[in-house]
């Protein structure tokens, strides 16, 4: 999973009739601004240095003007750069002549559009087969994958109809469908969804999901969108005029944003919505693994809290608090520490999301446990560090 | 005083200088006539014996077979029976009036200048579409061949392969050619920039994209240019009847001389005829075949 399939290394885009004349002034670090008002040539891209990796989905962010979508029609060089490396699989795309490019895009890479890009004149089946056409795959068995690949979009019966007879989230699943039916490990996404109206994308977004988990595609996704960014992207790259100014995993960009920029971007994100327990959770401290009453309370004076993990050798078994060990303890203190003495209390899942936990983390005294599938103990989240991520302030 | 004179009078070409030119032009172009003309007419011969056998066989198929023929393609191309009813009433009526030989000697020979119109029409158009700089070296010429008056360049063609139809199909083509060229590059321009781009990007090869991508889209304008072609090639039938193009053109000519103000009229509306009869099949099946394109904006 970890190979990088597409590297881009130190990619410029000068938009102007003469760009390489006026390179040297982007290198000296002049703003697009100054550039613009000098020359007359717009920098739409700056020093882009990416690597993606192998069935990922990496998303680029931007809002309108930041050289997204110019830097996605570069991965299949509808645009070509002024200056510098696009390699897939190691391969330098930039090399390839007129045959070879169109060889690369009938394989390797296909794109779904935010304005659908389908053919007018040809029926839902043809368009999604359209690629296959182009390859000159015989005409029989290009349908026959077609109306497969429209049955998994959901889009079963409507073979026949064209595409003005379609809605548009409709329209789009055809997108889709003639993206992915021409078995190319990449899928370009430029702003696919963002035309549709919210309920529309949302299911589109858990479809793309659901397809990935089975397809393992290595997906670039262009969105303005960060919340849609955050829940689609395994990685993420913010672009802002031209240049990257910030890329990692959601979480990371969520919690560290790198500039003002940023910040001001994530701000207004869902983070109940957006995060997950193990990205905020704190270590796993407070752990008990006496065996008796008397050492478990013992244990427990060591860390100055009035309440404790209980491990053992088979994982994480419950809590305890310092007054039941107490109680306890007047009874019998060489007693064996049994799950009679331990709270009831469900542990949280790492992978859960902030939002469906908040109200057992509110209602629980002490930090409420995170244990993952195998039962060990892998963290812990207080109504303090949940109030911290979700307030205002990051924590 | 040569100072005044420029100034009160425009400073124009000696009267002797301008005769020289002229001289030498003409007699420049008389002697490349005489020279190529012979060359130039055989190179033309296999399309005089096309157009020739094709006259023929309308002319000597029965009336009523052409008739049926005719309204058959126009029911096809239409699916509307009233389209073949009024070809069906039309025919007779021209019949009935005698103006029956004229009119398949005029649909003949529209025939064959809106094929070749389209055949070089549409390239050409394409080519424009393609390249700016085409664009720029054509448009001009398109304007010439529009705006100058038709009984000019009847001359050198009239110089270079003296009276017939092959001179007649050509003057007509020049005089028609232009709304094809014209309306195939503004249709191929106008397609879709993100279809195409979708082309592109699932590796179509430029054939490709012509083909199965910017023709199709830009077939309603293409198919208005070709209608546009026929309704003037037959508004040039009496024009090109006065360099020997036999059809309905002859008698209207003839009218005009000798005032026989019924002789026009009832060949004038055959010619009309003929022209709604063109334009509603052609229209008719340009609609059909884009049916699906409706309402595709708001989609």
């Known amino acids: 999973m970890a190979d990088v399939l597409i590297e881009i290394e130190s990619l ?248 003002e920029y940023v910040e001001a971007f994530v701000r207004d994100v869902n983070r109940a919505r957006a995060l997950t327990v193990e990205t905020v959770m704190k270590d796993p401290a407070y752990r008990i693994t006496a065996e008796t009453i008397e050492e478990a309370l013992k244990q427990m004076k060591g860390f100055k809290q009035d309440y404790g993990y209980v491990v053992n050798d088979e994982g994480f078994q419950g809590v305890v608090t310092e007054e039941a060990l107490k109680e306890a303890y007047a009874d019998d203190k060489a007693a064996d520490l049994t799950v009679d003495v331990m709270e009831s209390c469900d ?21 409420l446990p995170v244990v993952d599938e195998d039962g060990n103990l892998t963290g812990r989240l207080s109504r303090g560090t949940l109030s911290d991520v979700l307030g205002e302030r990051s924590a | 005083m040569a100072e005044s004179s ?13 005769r020289d030119i002229r001289k030498s032009l003409d007699a420049g172009y008389r002697e490349f006539s005489r020279e190529y003309g012979e060359f130039i007419e055989s190179f033309f011969d296999p399309l005089l014996t096309f157009l020739v056998w094709f006259e023929k066989l309308l002319l000597a198929t029965p009336w009523w077979l052409v008739i049926a023929v005719i309204a058959g393609l126009a029911y096809l191309a239409s699916r509307s029976w009233k389209l073949g009813l009024g070809v069906v009433i039309s025919f007779m009526l021209i019949g009935y009036f005698g103006m029956w030989d004229n009119t398949m000697r005029t649909m003949s020979i529209i025939l064959v200048c809106t094929l070749m119109a389209i055949a070089l029409g549409v390239p050409i158009g394409i080519a424009m579409a393609r390249s700016d700089r085409a664009q720029a070296f054509v448009t001009p010429v398109l304007d010439v061949m529009q705006t100058m008056p038709a009984f000019v360049y009847l001359i050198p063609v009239v110089m270079l392969l003296g009276i017939g139809k092959i ?24 397609v879709d920039k993100d279809v195409m781009e979708a082309a592109t990007a699932y ?97």
């Not at chain 1, 003469?18 to 613009?36: F, Q, R």
């Not at chain 1, 899942?349 to 469906?356: C, D, F, M, T, Y």
């Open chain 1, 12 to 259: 410029y885009k000068l938009f102007g009739n003469n760009p390489a004349k006026y390179m040297p002034l982007v290198h000296e670090g002049k703003s697009k601004d100054e550039i613009l008002a000098e020359t007359g040539h717009t920098l739409g891209l700056k020093d882009i240095n990416l690597q993606i990796k192998r069935g990922e989905i990496f998303v680029i962010m931007g809002l309108s003007g930041s050289g997204k979508s110019t830097l996605i029609r570069h991965f299949n060089r509808l645009i070509d750069p002024t200056e510098g490396v696009i390699k897939v699989e190691g391969t330098d795309v930039m090399q390839f002549g007129a045959k070879e490019l169109q060889e690369f895009r009938r394989h390797k890479m296909s794109m779904v559009f935010q304005r659908f890009g389908l053919l007018p004149h040809k029926n839902v089946v043809d368009n999604v087969s359209y690629g296959l056409q182009i390859q000159g795959v015989d005409r029989a068995e290009a349908k026959a994958k077609a109306v497969e690949w429209l049955d998994t979009v959901g889009l079963a019966g409507y073979e026949d109809q064209y595409p003005s007879q379609l809605s548009g989230g409709q329209q789009q699943r055809v997108g889709l469908a003639r993206a992915l039916c021409t078995d190319a490990e990449i899928l370009l996404m430029d702003e696919a969804f963002s035309a549709l109206d919210p309920l529309i994308r949302s299911e589109m977004q858990d479809q793309l999901i659901k397809l990935q988990e089975t397809l393992h595609k290595t997906i670039v996704f262009i969105t303005h969108d960060l919340d849609e960014a955050l829940r689609l992207g395994d990685r993420i790259a913010i672009l802002k005029d031209g240049e990257v100014v910030q890329q990692g995993e959601p979480e990371d960009i969520l919690l560290n944003p790198a500039t």
């Open chain 2, 6 to 18: 420029w100034l009160t009078e425009f400073p124009q070409l000696d009267r002797a200088d301008l």
């Open chain 1, 347 to 367: 542990p949280l899942e790492p992978g859960a999301v902030l939002e469906s936990v908040i109200p057992c983390t509110l209602e629980s005294e002490y930090p």
């Open chain 2, 167 to 190: 001179p007649g199909v050509i003057a007509v083509i020049i005089y028609a050619i232009p709304p094809v060229i014209r309306l195939t590059n503004l249709g191929i321009r106008l």
């Open chain 2, 203 to 299: 590796g179509a090869s430029p054939f490709q994209r012509l083909t199965g991508v910017q023709l199709p889209l830009a077939m309603p304008t293409i198919m208005a240019g070709i209608n546009q072609t026929i309704m003037m090639s037959l508004s040039m039938v009496v024009i090109a009847s006065m360099i020997g193009v036999k059809g309905l053109g002859q008698p209207v000519l003839k009218s005009i001389t000798n005032q026989y103000f019924t002789l026009g009229l009832l060949n004038g509306l055959a010619i009309v005829a003929l022209a709604i009869i063109f334009d509603r099949v052609s229209q008719a099946y340009a609609k059909r075949a884009q049916e699906h394109m409706k309402g595709l904006e708001n989609g």
